[in-house]
């Protein structure tokens, strides 16, 4: 019997240097060689200093950027807290705040109809970090960052097509738009358009 | 419900099967002893090992020493990691500093691990260190072994004819990590990395986004952990919200690629069993009986996702699919995975019992979240790496015996006489899966602590107690995550219910075939039974379905039933 523990015994000390740590190391190692980008975490720069992940969603609520979806990570978009809200889809409680964003939506964006508010633009994405919207929901959106910023309807309309996310390999998923990717370029246009306002909005990247 | 949508799932399904063909041949020659493509790198590797543990892989054991030798080599693991995560503030890679793991947690995650389950009531970016994470590769790995090597001794009951011995477990437990679960999880953790997985040791990165938001990001080794959670069928994911957080999930080709790692190695299995006892179409018929359950269980999921939440539209969102609205219940969903990808990925890993979730199943329409605990309670639907074809071979056993009893015969399985032995295992297999399901759940309705944990009122506090135990013993994982599991009740109740749900079944099980094995072979009659066919597939469909239906009904009913009919008459709930 002891031999057997023995052996048992030697087999997962093994096992354990093999799966855990020499897995581990392996796939360690071939990230640093030929992914080293997507390895530390896909991170953008910008002047040398990371501004973000172009993987992740950031807390975007000011009204002159597109805004992301409501987020329940944390205090909103907090990238050590993923989680979703968990919510029942007839439970009260979510309801009453279903109601507070959606009329949210609609005030804060004049063009969209009662019963045209895109669905996932006011409900919880399922990590609270996910960093697309609808493409309905970038283009409702195009009315009021125009007329707050000045860039004509269509520039802004133009830039939603052209940051659109299509199915991957023409199958998979649905259609959508990075927010990162989406208010990065819009930065870009602010800063041309209306530079007091690029400095005002965007203190990450002056 | 979408043309796209449609063909999405096909098309993920379809790839599952087509691999699994060839996967299931090169897992018969695996467990057979024979020749492989990649002997001329393995073989030196394994003989290395067997050499170092002494063993040697022509001595084969009775069931007894079999199980044993798997039942104390699990034990030994899970006191390695239970250590390692008590005192991670003592071991390397935790720049954050966090404590050891209280030990009603611990206890809970180290069992939930060693089984194959990955229950987390804990949420791994806020608890764990880089160091504790990896512990928990080993016993993804291991889990997912133990598992397939029972499965394996199961199989050799079968097609051995009056013998003693099912095999030797350590030479099939390192064949089954050397050969299957390592090299498949070093292709897939490289192609995650690709995809945009992270693989560091750094913990936490802080950040100034764009807009001069302070913003910190958990990372560390997520790659490696993404593909053998998946592949192994464990689906104990890095962060809190699994593969919802995009660093797990980068995208929609990820997320079908993802599911294509949780099924192919099950469908395969089934196939590999066919190949084993010489009786394919036996098995393809088993086959059938579980792809026409995954396809209903999807078809449901998909149907009430997509069609959305009334109470939403009523307050003027848009929950109806257009060209650039996609619509539907999108609480708790990523956007670019989409509806039909995430109703395909929760009906995936409750069938192959991974439990990995790319989306909040606790935000599903009713209708869907019951379709998901039925996935859970049958445990069967290709199910998770080896015990999911048990768990069906065991339901074959008693619908044999059922269709025994209608024509007076003894009934026979495979040349072999099915008598009361088996069948009472068989039974006690069955019936232990659902008392230790709903023993406890009915417990935990009764006690304050077990109320305590509910996050939403109504009929769906209760589904969130049951899909908790449910997925516990089916040793899936997922959960409605909004239930607070993380109490002295739940961490303690929950881990003895995945103990006992995985090990019970498993004893019962490997002594079927202990018992089986030592059977002589019967000549096929014109009254035998036979094993494949239209008839087959519909005696073993009725009882799978009756068995189920019976048990667990009415629990169904009280939860998601009770608030699908007060949801359609416009109840909210508070």
Redesign the interface.
Known sequence: MLK??V??????I???I????G??F???G??KI??PF??????VY?NS????????????T?PY?FNG?PSY?GNG???????????????????AI??KL??RF?KENPSVK???????I????????????????A?DQVGRISSLTGIPKAVLNNLVKRNI?Y???G??????V?TVKL??KL?LLIKKYNFKLYKN?????V | MTYTGVLQILITLAAMVIAAVPLSKYLAHVFNGEHTFLDGIINPAENLTLKFLRVNQNEETGWVTYLKTGLIVNFLMLAAVYFILRFQNFLPFNQMHYPGMPWALDFNTAISFITNTNWQNYSGEQTLSNFSQMSLVFLQFTSAATGLVFAVAFIRGIVRREAKYVGNFYADFIKAIYRLFLPLAIIFAVIMLWQGAPQTFVMQKKIVNMTGVKQKLSMGPVASMVSIENIGTNGGGFYGANAAQPYENPNPFTNALTIFMMGTIPIALFLMYGIMTGNKKHAWTLFAVAMTLLLVCIAVVYSQEAHGNPFLAKLGANISVSKNNPGGNMEGKQEHIGIAQTSLFAAATTAFTTGNVDSAHDSFMPLSGMVLIAEMMLNLIFGGKGVGLLNMLTMVIIAVFIAGLMVGRTPEFLGKKIEAKEVKLATLAMFAHAFIILIPFAIALAIPAGLAGILNPGPHGLSEILYAYTSAVANNGSAFAGLNGNTLFYNISLGLAIFFGRYIPIICQVAIAGSLIKKKSIPESAGTFPAHGFLFYTVVTATILLVGALTFFPALALGPVAEHFAMVKGHLFY
Request: proline share 4%.
């Open positions: 057997e523990l052996k048992m015994i030697k087999l997962t093994l096992l354990y093999i799966c855990s740590l897995y581990t392996l796939i360690w071939i990230g030929a992914f997507q390895a530390d975490g896909s991170i910008k200093k990371p501004i973000g992940s172009m993987l992740i969603g950031e807390k975007f000011s950027i979806r990570a978009y907090n990238g050590t807290e993923s989680g979703a809200s968990n919510y029942a889809p007839a439970n009260g409680k979510y309801i279903e109601k959606i009329d609609l009662k019963g045209g508010v895109p669905a996932d006011v409900t919880g994405s399922g990590s609270g970090l996910g960093l697309y919207i609808s493409i309905a929901a283009f996310s199915r991957q390999l199958i998979f998923g649905t259609p959508g990075n208010n990065l930065s909005i965007f203190k990450g990247l």
